[in-house]
């Protein structure tokens, strides 16, 4: 079983609801995936291809009453633990006890076991999305009012899965047609500068498909008031200088090894 803990929380509602709870009815030892799960094509002991797997977690869950013993479970709570579970048809998010830790999947088979007293368990099958899990998305807000010497700030990231974490930023401008982010621990810098005058509020997407807009006019084109640098951050402490007046807001969801 992947997971330690109590209790599950997918597409936003918590197992408890149901009175159920994480169990492992195999044994004493957890059998969990580890690391990144993928596909090698090799040729002549050289690497030509690497594909990332979408790797199948199992879950179980039994129903306890309030002191935790085993609960029976009725037909119609099943109905509504299968709607619950399966009726989504899309990747959904799943943590385990609310912790920092998140993973994108979808439910695609499950089992349960009953005796006559219809106590038992559920075993279920969920697919990821990658083969890696996220971080849970943190936002970190800066102000600087300095176009000059500007302001040193230090941003965080405990990614595992790649060697850097790209971040998406939302820049409001008080004044002024220009602002600057360094970061110093990479080696970036990015610039916007002769931005129209009626652009205020720009959103930078660096996490899949890049590019750059304008939020209260999505059909002015404001590419060539940027320098094409996407900011990412490296593992732990990055310091960074911002310069321009305004505020800035870094977007983060980091990519973690399986664990």
Known sequence: MQFRGTTITFNTINSSRYGLYLCNVTGDFFTRQFGASRSIEAEHSSIKAITPDKPTIEIQLVKLDSNNDPSPITEEELHKIARWLFSPQEYKPLMVDRKNVVYYGIFTD????????????????????????????NNSDFRVSDTSTGR????????????????????????GNSFTVINHTTGQTMTLSNLPSDCRHIYIYND?????????????????????????????????????KGTVRFISQGKLLLT
């Open 110 to 137: 499950g089992q349960i076991w009953q005796n006559e007293a219809n106590q038992g368990y559920l075993t279920l099958q969920f697919e990821l999305n990658a083969n890696h899990a996220y971080t849970v998305v």
């Open 152 to 175: 040193d700030i230090v941003v965080t990231s405990y990614h595992t899965f790649e060697m850097y974490n790209e971040v998406d930023m939302e820049i409001s401008l008080f004044e």
């Open 208 to 244: 899949g498909v890049k590019h750059i807009e304008n939020v209260d006019n999505k059909e002015q084109n404001i590419r060539g008031c940027f320098n094409k640098v996407f900011i990412h951050l490296s593992y732990g402490v990055n310091n960074l200088t911002i310069k321009g």
